[in-house]
């Protein structure tokens, strides 16, 4: 048995391009929910694709396209995590900080439906670094409302 078995047929990967810290004006292009039993780490992920506006970094100039990756893990707390992080996506999209009377599970499950109806939302975002426990770095993601975000 080889290193690559089973390569054959493995689905063709992508490069994907992630934000790095500075700050940006961002379209949604799309919001995906993979599942843990889609995903390769055995965790499920909610991904938004976008599309740079307005960038502080020249790395990621307009019309670049990373994404965000929420990962959703297994225990509680890691789920905990995961699901401020997105409530707070959420809240910057549709510029109610506390999301008032909203039913966030169904507005998630709607996010990432085939219908995407979150597509072409402008939003402003903030990107910082954070060390870790471990001392790598994680990249923090404070998403704005885009009205007035960046001249």
Not at 27 to 56: D, Q
Not at 91 to 105: F, I, R, T, Y
Not at 127 to 137: E, P, S
Request: hydrophobic fraction near 45%; charge should be neutral.
């Amino acid at each position: 048995m080889g290193m690559f078995d089973g390569m054959n047929q493995a689905p063709m990967g992508l490069q994907r391009l992630y934000f790095q810290v500075g700050r940006y004006l961002i379209k949604v292009i799309k919001i995906k929910g993979i599942t843990a039993a889609e995903s390769f780490h055995g965790r499920g992920s909610f991904v938004v694709e976008c599309e740079i506006l307005k960038s502080t970094v020249p790395g990621l100039p307009p019309g670049s396209q990373p994404a965000w990756v929420q990962t959703i893990g297994q225990s509680a707390k890691d789920r905990e995590m995961a699901f401020g992080a997105i409530k707070l996506f959420f809240a910057a999209v549709l510029n109610d900080p506390k999301l008032a009377g909203l039913d966030v599970e169904s507005l998630a499950d709607n996010a990432v439906s085939d219908a995407n109806p979150l597509c072409g939302a402008a939003l402003g975002l903030v990107c910082t670094n954070k060390r870790t426990k471990a001392g790598g770095d994680f990249t923090l993601h404070a998403w704005h409302n885009a009205e007035g975000f960046m001249p």
